[in-house]
């Protein structure tokens, strides 16, 4: 049976209030199958809370303070909070709120102690006695933190 006439007995039973028998007459199916659908209707599944609902208002005021962060610091801030749901969910509800981002460059934030950054520099010759050779020295930023470590 397609879906419009399933809609039509539901509407029938729902909305007009009419018996099983006429509603069978009506639609040209069984009694059995009037149930059926009726039924289906009954059973469909309920709509549970999602982990996510309790957290949108806070999602909210991150998106409002920086709307550029990516979705695992957001999902990093919410674990703190509490929040015991996935990614995906988060995810999905992102890109509800957000929308499909065109920008070709990502924006990164990390909390403090998370990540550093390094590099290489050429510092020039040193000559000894015996050789001369290429002085290099690494240098290593502690990311939201003001100290340099060379």
């Not at 709307?67 to 995810?91: A, D, H, P």
Request: proline share 1%; charged share 30%; aromatic share 8%.
């Amino acid at each position: 049976m397609d879906k419009d006439k399933q809609g039509h007995i539901r509407f029938l039973f729902n909305q007009k209030k009419e018996t099983i028998s006429q509603i069978a007459r009506e639609a040209e199916v069984s009694r059995l199958t009037v149930r059926h659908v009726i039924k289906n209707e009954e059973n469909k599944r309920k709509k549970y809370k999602s982990k996510l609902d309790a957290f949108k208002d806070e999602i909210q005021n991150i998106l409002s303070e920086r709307s550029g962060l990516s979705n695992v610091l957001i999902l990093e801030k919410l674990k703190q909070m509490g929040y015991q749901g996935g990614k995906s969910i988060l995810g999905d509800y992102l890109l509800l709120i957000r929308g499909k981002s065109n920008e070709a460059f990502l924006n990164i934030e990390t909390l403090p102690g998370k990540e550093a950054q390094a590099d290489w520099a050429y510092c020039g010759e040193i000559s000894c006695a015996v050789s001369i050779s290429g002085s290099y020295i690494c240098s290593a930023w502690c990311c939201l933190s003001a100290d340099t470590f060379t």
